[in-house]
Structure formats: structure tokens, C-alpha cells
């Protein structure tokens, strides 16, 4: 009940859109978490474009941060303390790429929440009896737990749209990075198995929409050209050459 009160605010504005888009616009209660999901993503576009120019400098600078990580290899402490040393002088958020993924937790807790509590009763099934429109697509409940063919389905949408999701947004990762981001959607699959579908659904279309995302921005801002490290070594003037020591008389 605690993230319910203090989330009541958005949980109503939340409550009032689906509302909306079922009542005036015509859409099924499952078509309306979709529309609640894109007006969400459309909304959160000032922190993509944030997090798209923290992404691209990131990218710009491979070779520089290639070249830390080599330098202080033997040195994790000393490594992470000169990355640090190096994104505070090149202005560089390293951690822009999660911003827009935490501004969408109270959207995620919000969705949860009305799924259990607030939506009408024909969006349910109670006492074995479904609503009349408590099902969409191949769920046959948005509030209850998928099972059977329709959870196995439903993992599966999940986990492949997270899978390119997480592809397209690791650009910039490095190993360590891109391996975490192709664990983490089998790590949540206990977690997805207990939500309510509509949840689900919900999760799978701003995965949709990620990919989308990225697709127009790789296609209308080209990614930044990035010189190799032995350019940037060439650039570098020559050291200059020892004081010849004056010899005493």
C-alpha cells in the first residue's frame, strides 16, 4: 500500500487515460495499455534525447576510455578513478543510458497497481466467470497470470523484444556491460511469471517501442565518427626530446 499512496496522483491521471482511450477513443481495455504505454514513451522523449547525447559522446570516445582501461588494466581502483577523472572533463554521463528506464518505474508500479485494484469489473475474471473484456489477443486475462501456451508465448515476446532492446541500446557497452543486458531478461522471467498480463504486455510494448526508437535515431542522426586508437596516437605531437645535461668545467 506504501508506492499506492504515494503514487495515488499518478495512479489516478494513469486510471483516467486508460479510461479515456476505452471509453471515448473505442479501444479494448488491452488496446488502451498499449496507447497509455506509447503516450508514456512519447512523453519520456526529452530524457531519450538526453540519454541518446550522453550515448553518442560515449561512442566518440571509445578510443580514449580503450586506452584508460588498457593503461590501468592491472589497477581496478586506479582504472575506475581516472574513468571518472575523464567523463567529469568531457561533461559525459555514463549512467544517461538508465534514466529513462527509471522514470519508467512509477508508470510500471502504477500499471501493477490498477491491474489488481482499480479497473472495472468486465475487465476481470471473478468467480470463474470472465468480463467482457477481460481478454486480448491471446491473453485471456489482463489482470490474472498468464499460464499455459498463453505465458509461454507471452515469455517469449518478452524476452526476444528485450533481447533487441538491450542489443540496439549497448552500442556503447563495453563486454561486461552487454553481457549484463543479455542476462537481465531471464534473470526477470521468475518476476514476469507473477505479473499480471496486461503488465506484460505493457513491458513488450515499450520494448517494441525501444527498438523502434532506435531504429529512427540510427537512420535520421548518424552515429558520430569514431577515429581509431592508432589515429589518435599519430595525432599526438612527438615527445620532446631530452635536456642535454650541461657538463660541468
Known amino acids: 500500500m506504501i508506492p499506492a499512496n504515494i503514487l495515488q496522483p499518478l495512479i489516478d491521471v494513469a486510471n483516467e487515460v486508460l479510461k479515456f482511450f476505452h ?54 581502483q586506479r582504472m575506475q578513478q581516472e574513468m571518472m577523472r575523464f567523463y567529469q572533463e568531457n561533461k559525459v554521463n555514463p549512467f ?8 519508467q518505474l512509477p508508470v510500471f508500479i502504477t ?12 475487465i476481470g475474471c471473478k468467480a470463474g466467470e470472465c468480463g467482457s473484456e477481460a481478454s486480448f489477443l491471446i491473453i485471456n486475462d489482463l489482470t490474472a497470470k498468464a499460464t ?11 524476452v526476444g523484444t528485450q533481447l533487441i532492446s538491450g ?9 561486461s556491460q ?5 542476462v537481465l531478461p531471464f534473470i526477470f522471467v521468475p518476476f514476469v511469471i507473477s505479473f499480471p498480463a496486461g503488465l506484460v504486455l505493457y513491458w513488450i510494448t515499450t520494448n517494441v517501442w525501444t ?27 612527438p615527445p620532446k626530446p631530452p635536456r642535454k645535461k650541461k657538463k660541468r668545467r
Not at 96 to 103: Q, V
Open 167 to 175: 542489443l540496439v541500446m549497448s552500442v556503447t557497452a563495453d563486454k
Open 211 to 237: 527498438i523502434g526508437q532506435q531504429y529512427v535515431i540510427q537512420r535520421v542522426i548518424p552515429a558520430p565518427v569514431v577515429p581509431k586508437l592508432e589515429e589518435i596516437q599519430a595525432a599526438k605531437p
Open 111 to 122: 500499471l501493477f497497481y490498477l491491474l489488481q485494484n482499480e479497473l472495472p469489473d468486465d
Open 23 to 76: 471509453d471515448q477513443v473505442g479501444l479494448s481495455w488491452g488496446g488502451a495499455i498499449i496507447a497509455l504505454t506509447i503516450v508514456t514513451r512519447a512523453l519520456l522523449i526529452p530524457l531519450t534525447y538526453k540519454q541518446l547525447k550522453g550515448m553518442r559522446a560515449l561512442q566518440a570516445l571509445q578510443p580514449q576510455i580503450k586506452e584508460i582501461q588498457a593503461k590501468y588494466k592491472n589497477d581496478r
Open 96 to 103: 544517461a543510458s538508465c534514466i529513462p528506464l527509471i522514470a
Open 148 to 158: 499455459g501456451s498463453e505465458l509461454i508465448v507471452l515469455l517469449i515476446l518478452y
Open 178 to 182: 552487454r553481457m549484463i543486458m543479455f
